[in-house]
């Protein structure tokens, strides 16, 4: 039997370039609290394990400690904000759509496996006009369980109609390398996105620069996990 072949994508720095509008409703939500806006360049790299976590990392930088109430307060107004403001500024990365024809052509289907919470996810896919290509779109929320465990991603395959053994992850963070290995897949790393540790010391299967590389990294993945 032939499996149907999938390919997994994290969203925020591997699929869209998501950073201009959440460190804008980062800042939105920390000028409200007088707290001096946080440059672009630098706070990109706190992107990446969901809402609550990139402000808790804002609030650190700044070296402002508060509790947990309100943390939840200026969570619900970054949500709020960000949901308004979500493609005012983000944009897939480019060369991706051509690469997903590429793919798509070749029998692939497609998922996002993602932090972010599903309803904001499909909110950004569907204004930027992307969400018809996926198979699956999960976030956290979900399935009740975050990257690295692999469990969101087993059952995101399985929302896809795929089978985790014909699966390759891509991403550009720990959280997407960890989740793949814990699920025994494969995994791409794509150098344009959003960490704290290079992505090439993550040491994921390929690594690529641009998403006009991602159809042959994919391919020769495949064809690895096809010999014997």
């Given at each position: 039997?032939?499996?149907?072949?999938?390919?997994?994508?994290?969203?925020?720095?591997?699929?869209?370039?998501?950073?201009?509008?959440?460190?804008?409703?980062?800042?939105?939500?920390?000028?409200?609290?007088?707290?001096?806006?946080?440059?672009?360049?630098?706070?990109?790299?706190?992107?990446?394990?969901?809402?609550?976590?990139?402000?808790?990392?804002?609030?650190?930088?700044?070296?402002?400690?508060?509790?947990?109430?309100?943390?939840?307060?200026?969570?619900?107004?970054?949500?709020?904000?960000?949901?308004?403001?979500?493609?005012?500024?983000?944009?897939?990365?480019?060369?991706?759509?051509?690469?997903?024809?590429?793919?798509?052509?070749?029998?692939?289907?497609?998922?996002?496996?993602?932090?972010?919470?599903?309803?904001?996810?499909?909110?950004?896919?569907?204004?930027?006009?992307?969400?018809?290509?996926?198979?699956?779109?999960?976030?956290?929320?979900?399935?009740?369980?975050?990257?690295?465990?692999?469990?969101?991603?087993?059952?995101?395959?399985?929302?896809?109609?795929?089978?985790?053994?014909?699966?390759?992850?891509?991403?550009?963070?720990?959280?997407?390398?960890?989740?793949?290995?814990?699920?025994?897949?494969?995994?791409?790393?794509?150098?344009?996105?959003?960490?704290?540790?290079?992505?090439?010391?993550?040491?994921?299967?390929?690594?690529i620069g641009h998403m006009r590389d991602l159809a042959d990294a994919v391919n020769s993945l495949g064809q690895a996990a096809a010999r014997p």
């Open positions: 039997m032939i499996l149907p072949r999938t390919v997994v994508f994290d969203l925020d720095g591997t699929l869209v370039d998501t950073a201009p509008d959440l460190i804008a409703a980062l800042n939105f939500v920390l000028g409200r609290e007088g707290i001096a806006p946080l440059p672009l360049h630098s706070a990109r790299n706190m992107i990446g394990a969901g809402a609550r976590k990139l402000i808790e990392r804002g609030l650190e930088v700044e070296g402002v400690a508060m509790g947990v109430a309100d943390i939840d307060r200026l969570m619900r107004d970054f949500i709020d904000y960000y949901a308004a403001h979500i493609a005012d500024a983000s944009r897939p990365f480019e060369g991706l759509e051509a690469a997903l024809d590429d793919l798509g052509a070749q029998g692939y289907r497609f998922a996002v496996c993602t932090n972010k919470l599903e309803w904001l996810s499909k909110r950004l896919l569907d204004q930027l006009g992307l969400s018809r290509r996926f198979s699956a779109i999960c976030g956290a929320d979900t399935f009740g369980v975050a990257k690295p465990d692999p469990v969101i991603l087993q059952q995101t395959v399985a929302r896809a109609g795929g089978h985790i053994a014909a699966t390759i992850m891509v991403g550009d963070a720990g959280p997407d390398i960890g989740v793949a290995r814990r699920a025994g897949i494969p995994v791409i790393g794509v150098e344009f996105g959003y960490t704290d540790v290079p992505i090439a010391d993550l040491k994921p299967d390929r690594l």
